[in-house]
């Protein structure tokens, strides 16, 4: 089947700290590949996206690469920021179907 | 370019009583749409989808319902609440397929409450 796992929160850093919140997923047809991010009391909004293997997503300091070979989207930014503290999640479509698959989410709260 | 809008932002309502929450996209057509429910601190669950006027799928068994009355209209209505019904709930609404690679984009929830 589809899914998608994320590493569990909550995650707690410093100012300028290195992030990383770790992403896989299983996926039945070639999928395209989502992170999401949800501000408190918000929607989510899309913050990149990759749609084949080796391709970089980037927004916004975060970066992402499409790891077909180890079934990763791992999420990664160099220097957090307050203005980061949300919660993120992984998400996937494949190309023959209409729906998503979410990971549960990663808390992070930066810390100045 | 397309915009989604959902409402009310918050709702406060008794057990028992009935639901309309709205949600209507503009600036494209025949979208899929999306109802999903989130529980506080938790994940994004999926309640229901819909590829057309009138195609409605049903994620999760539950007093809830969803029509689509026109293209880009997508209304979630309960006859009765129950106090598990509270949550944020949030549309979405993504391209249709053969653009597998389109991603879904949100409205800015709403915030039930059940007393």
């Known amino acids: 089947g589809n899914s998608v796992t994320q590493m569990e929160g909550p995650v707690t850093l410093s100012e300028e700290a290195f992030l990383t919140i770790n992403c896989t997923y299983t996926?039945?047809?070639?999928?395209?590949l989502f992170w999401y991010v949800q501000y408190p009391g918000e929607g989510l909004q899309l913050l990149l996206k990759?749609?084949?293997?080796?391709d970089k997503g980037s927004n916004k300091g975060f970066e992402a690469t499409y790891r077909k070979e180890t079934t990763s989207f791992h999420l990664e930014k160099g220097s957090v920021q307050v203005s980061d503290s949300a919660v993120y999640f992984c998400?996937?479509?494949?190309?023959?179907?209409?729906?998503?698959?979410f990971g549960t989410g990663t808390s992070l709260t930066v810390i100045p | 370019s397309q915009t989604i809008h959902q409402w009310p932002a918050t709702l406060v309502q008794p057990v028992g009583s009935p639901l309309s929450l709205e949600c209507t996209v503009e600036?494209?057509?025949?979208?899929?749409l999306y109802w999903y429910r989130q529980a506080a601190g938790r994940g994004l669950q999926l309640l229901f989808y819909?590829?057309?006027?009138?195609?409605i799928s049903s994620e999760v068994p539950q007093n809830l319902s969803a029509s689509r009355p026109q293209d880009r209209q997508f209304i979630l209505s309960s006859k009765k609440l129950l106090l598990s019904d509270s949550g944020f709930y949030l549309c979405?609404?993504?391209?249709?397929?053969?653009?597998?690679?389109?991603?879904?984009?949100f409205g800015d929830g709403t915030r039930l409450s059940i007393l």
């Open positions: 996926a039945t047809g070639y999928p395209s």
């Open positions: 979405a609404w993504s391209p249709t397929t053969p653009r597998p690679n389109q991603p879904q984009h």
């Open positions: 819909s590829v057309g006027i009138g195609q």
């Open positions: 998400a996937l479509r494949v190309n023959t179907g209409n729906q998503f698959y």
């Open positions: 990759a749609t084949k293997a080796d």
């Open positions: 600036g494209t057509s025949n979208p899929n």
